[in-house]
């Protein structure tokens, strides 16, 4: 197989992998109670209340896992699932996205820098098909084709950049949901586990995005060195 057929079954296989076992995870955990009875909305109060949060909404929202923080608006939105749910997958997922909240607070400083490179980070996934596609129109081996595909190096570099900046973003605030639910009394020692394993399927994810990203720019960066 050529190497770009081997990039792409490597980063097929490994988001595969990552979405199964996230899904395998909250789909186990998602029907397990929690025994305080406590649901993820009431979860994530508790964690933010004790940790001197003001000022955040926290809100239902439709689908499945698609809990996020709002920086920007001070919101925390929880699936709806996780929101009225008191399942030990609930509480996992809304503890984590507390937890961000509470990065915000303390000015974690992986957060700020995550922060800052939303706009270009936005903008390069924007630009980069564009500019890919004319680079390939151009073709590769002319003056014009070799600066577009320095500007997809580019814009590869920033979205990896950022996603090496979100893991110690995304396991600070698992660490923390760990740490707060078993210090508030809201899960038992025996349940932690359930909790545990969530947050690290999901954890996963992040570590999936960042090797897809930066295997493309080392290939990238290997194409043009040709």
């Not at 707060?180 to 999901?202: F, H, P, S, Y």
């Amino acid at each position: 197989m050529t190497p770009f057929v081997l990039l792409l079954v490597f980063t097929f296989g490994i988001a595969l992998y990552a979405q199964w076992r996230v899904s395998s995870a909250y789909n186990k955990y998602s029907k397990i109670a929690s025994r305080s009875g406590i649901t993820g909305a009431e979860a994530a109060d508790a964690l933010m209340r004790k940790a001197g949060v003001t000022g955040v909404q926290i809100v239902p929202i439709q689908g499945k896992l698609t809990d996020h923080y709002d920086p920007i608006n001070k919101r925390l939105a929880l699936s709806e699932p996780n929101y009225y749910g008191n399942s030990l997958a609930a509480l996992g997922v809304a503890a984590h996205e507390a937890g961000h909240a509470i990065q915000h607070k303390q000015a974690y400083a992986p957060l700020k820098a995550r922060m800052a490179l939303v706009p270009v980070t936005t903008i390069s996934s924007k630009v980069l098909p564009m500019v890919f596609i004319g680079a390939i129109l151009v073709g590769f081996g002319q003056p014009m084709g070799i600066m577009l595909m320095n500007i997809v190096i580019a814009c590869y570099f920033i979205l990896t950049l950022f996603q090496l900046i979100t893991l110690p973003v995304e396991f600070d605030a698992s660490r923390r949901a760990r740490k707060e639910l078993a210090g508030l009394g809201i899960i038992n020692r025996d349940e932690e586990t359930g909790v545990v394993r969530t947050l690290n399927a999901a954890g996963f994810t992040y570590v999936a995005a960042f090797l897809t990203s930066l295997a493309y720019l080392l290939y990238l960066i290997a194409m043009t060195r040709r």
